[in-house]
């Protein structure tokens, strides 16, 4: 048997092979973001502010835009959308607000995540301006109407006549301080 | 080969001054055969642990209600369950056979790295101690499921997280150093003139396992960090909050947890491969088809992890790429399952124990398989997406599959260990009560399954009564069975009629060319051409 002779070399390769996975397992990170980005996967929207860049109103078509809210587990503020739904034409740009009102007796940096629902449809929607792109403090009991700017762009799947925009508010406070 | 066993002794007697006495033998040990044991031992003590946590889960089950404990409780024991079952009792009882039976199948004196083998070993028992212990502090055990899906395990949990994290960690880094020891004894240490293709498919199955352990473990060992400091140091990368998402920890997490599923049950194939044809009395039908399908499973598990996650809300092409990919496997695991079948065919077999819970194996598998096709589907998983019909189907495969093949291993080479033959009449009680109840166990929980009931639920609806009390019927009987277990293993190290070199005469492989019970050291000189090439030579 010759001894030892190549084992050093094996276990050195072995080594990186697992140094390189425990790698990949971080780089799977910033990956399934640009997975996501370009398919649209989970229905994440742009986090800054888009720019409108459609060339025209398509009024032939309409789509209704459902608004929810949820709060996360532990949060005691009251969120809701002013309006529950719109109907827009492609292209169109459109206004709308959500109300929220901290009721605790402290104050609370709220964060509000956005999620749309196909996902696929995500990437047609975009957000010109949002609080969600900002952190929303609020001193106890404070009350506050939140604004949204919005166009869905023309290249929206034909089948798609209904999309649903969902936000979910997290207590922040912590990280926020 | 006679001749051979007379000077395998002489080097036995030549090297006993080597030996430690008492602890310090197993606590110094870097013997293969010494680890081999250590690592089964520890593996039975796991699985007889593991096992006591699903007995409480079975009684509180036993009636609809809760009777015996608390439902935050209930959720320590089935996930802590899981992952003693996972970590502490399937993978180290294979990696315990590899350690007994590598070198002795390539025609090796021991493993390649035999310091970092007693390493690899005895970081373990920390590693389970730490687990273990969370149940004696103020917070309690994981109870996030074996899953530890985020944000359970981050923002709910219930202070567990950093034992959980670090003896996850422990786990992976003895796993590693474990598989490492396995490809290279392999691709470095085979008897001159053994080349891949006679190894024998058990040595295939274990180095094609090990590069599985090398690639997918650093990824465990990196989500579980990414959860650590998600816990307890401000990260977010699974916080949505915080502009993470809990869905990549799904992606992540079955990045690791679909290879690990085949970690889990490619070295039961090679057990299940060697046995087959030495009470078929047959050459292995397919041998090199065997070695490509393993490899096919291998390969394709990087591919299918997702449906595991048909319900996240995937898109549709995403849903159909993982459907295909996953029922692909079906292919290669359907090539292994005719080829045993193959070898079986016009055999003449005998059916000792071994032999037995190969064929159940076989058998109780290929169902378990099945039920994994029709999880497969998208459209029906959304149905039976975390009902009971999963738990039925991953304890086939786990149960019925993984640890049949270890208790077949175990009977095959016990008199190889041992040096006696294991008291027949007792050997096949523990195989017939663990059959049949283990059947009682799992099988009407496909019917619980489509019928709705949800898994990790410590209470049930009233018409999911009658099953769940079978079930636990079951459940206790096949935990009572594994006592006869023990009880043939202590028989046969205590004593019992003496083993020959070679028990089964139809077994075929190097192992069976050394005496039993084996010399501590054995092919210290490398074995003959004539004993690698083994006795169906002539048929290649």
């Known amino acids: 048997m010759p001894e030892a002779i190549n084992h050093n070399k094996t276990v050195k390769k072995l080594a990186l092979v697992v140094i390189a996975m425990f790698g990949f397992g971080f780089a799977l990170v910033p990956l399934y973001d640009v997975f996501c980005d370009i398919t649209g996967l989970n229905g994440k929207t742009n986090d800054t502010a888009a720019s409108y860049n459609a060339s025209g109103i398509d009024e032939s078509r309409t789509v209704t835009v459902q608004f929810i809210t949820r709060n996360a587990k532990g949060i005691p503020w009251q969120f809701s959308p002013v309006i529950n739904s719109i109907d827009v034409h492609p292209g169109e740009i459109k206004f709308v607000k959500f109300y929220a009102k901290n009721k605790a007796q402290y104050n609370i940096v709220g964060q509000a995540v956005p999620s749309v629902s196909p996902g696929l449809a995500a990437n047609y929607f975009n957000k010109i301006e ?20 919005f166009y869905v762009d023309q290249d929206l799947p034909s089948e798609i006549n209904t999309l649903t925009l969902s936000y979910t508010l997290y207590d922040i406070s912590e990280n926020a301080s | 080969m006679t001749t051979n066993i007379i000077e395998q002794e002489s080097h036995e007697e030549h090297h006993d001054d080597h030996k430690m006495t008492g602890i310090k033998r197993w606590l110094y040990t870097t013997n293969h055969k010494d680890i081999g044991t250590l690592y089964l031992w520890f593996a039975f003590i796991m699985f007889l642990t593991g096992g006591a946590f699903a007995m409480i889960i079975r009684a509180e089950l036993f009636q609809p209600g809760l009777q015996l404990i608390e439902p935050d409780f209930f959720n320590q024991l089935t996930t802590v369950h899981g992952l003693i079952m996972v970590f502490g009792a399937i993978m180290p009882a294979f990696t315990g056979f590899a350690n007994w039976m590598l070198p002795m199948m390539v025609g090796a004196p021991d493993m390649a790295l035999p310091r970092m083998n007693n390493w690899s070993f005895w970081i373990l028992p920390f590693a389970f101690a730490i687990l273990l212990s969370s149940f004696f502090m103020e917070s309690g055990a994981p109870n996030f499921g074996w899953t530890f899906y985020a944000p359970l395990s981050t923002t709910y949990s219930n202070g567990s997280t950093a034992f959980f994290v670090f003896a996850v960690h422990i786990m992976g880094i003895s796993s590693i150093m474990g598989a490492i020891n396995i490809v290279v004894t392999i691709m470095n240490m085979r008897a001159p003139g053994m080349t891949y293709m006679k190894m024998p498919l058990f040595v295939w199955t274990f180095f094609i396992t090990a590069y599985l352990l090398i690639a997918v473990m650093p990824v465990l060992a990196g989500v579980v960090t990414m959860l650590l400091t998600d816990t307890y140091f401000g990260t977010n990368f699974f916080n949505a909050a915080g502009g993470g998402d809990p869905v990549m920890f799904q992606h992540i997490f079955w990045f690791f947890g679909h290879p690990e599923v085949y970690i889990m049950i490619l070295p039961a194939f090679g057990i ?202 079951g459940g206790f009987a096949f935990g009572l069975s594994q006592f006869i277990f023990l009880a043939v293993i202590i028989k046969c190290i205590k004593g019992g009629e003496k083993a020959p070199a070679k028990p089964w005469d139809g077994a075929d492989g190097l192992e069976w060319t050394v005496a039993s019970p084996a010399p501590y050291h054995t092919f210290t000189t490398p074995p003959s051409q004539e004993d690698i090439d083994g006795k169906y030579k002539d048929d290649h």
């Open chain 2, 272 to 473: 299940v491969s060697t046995i087959i044809p030495a009470f078929a009395r047959k050459r292995l039908f397919g041998y090199s088809s065997m070695v490509y399908a393993t490899a096919s499973i291998a390969i394709l598990s990087f591919i299918v992890w997702a449906h595991h996650m048909f319900t996240t809300g995937m898109p549709l092409f995403g849903e159909l790429f993982f459907m295909y990919c996953t029922m692909l496997i079906a292919v290669p695991t359907g090539v292994k399952v005719f080829n045993w079948v193959a070898t079986m065919w016009r055999g003449s077999i005998s059916f000792e124990t071994p032999m037995l819970f190969s064929i159940a194996f076989v058998i109780l598998f290929t169902i378990g398989g099945f039920s994994g096709l029709m999880l497969a589907m998208t459209p029906v998983d959304f149905q039976y997406h975390d009902t009971y019909f999963v738990v039925a189907h991953f304890h086939y495969v786990l149960v019925t599959g993984s640890l049949f093949s270890i208790f077949a291993g175990t009977y095959y080479w016990l008199p190889k260990w041992t040096g006696h033959m294991y008291h027949v009449g007792l050997s096949k009680w523990h195989f017939w009560c663990s059959l049949i109840s283990v059947n009682l166990l799992f099988f009407p929980m496909h019917f619980l399954g489509l019928a709705g009931m949800p898994r990790r639920i410590p209470d049930y609806a009233l018409q999911f009564a009658d099953f769940n009390q079978w079930v636990s019927i």
């Open chain 1, 130 to 149: 949002c609080f969600c792109f900002t952190n929303q403090p609020l001193k106890a009991g404070e009350e506050i109407e939140m604004g949204l700017q």
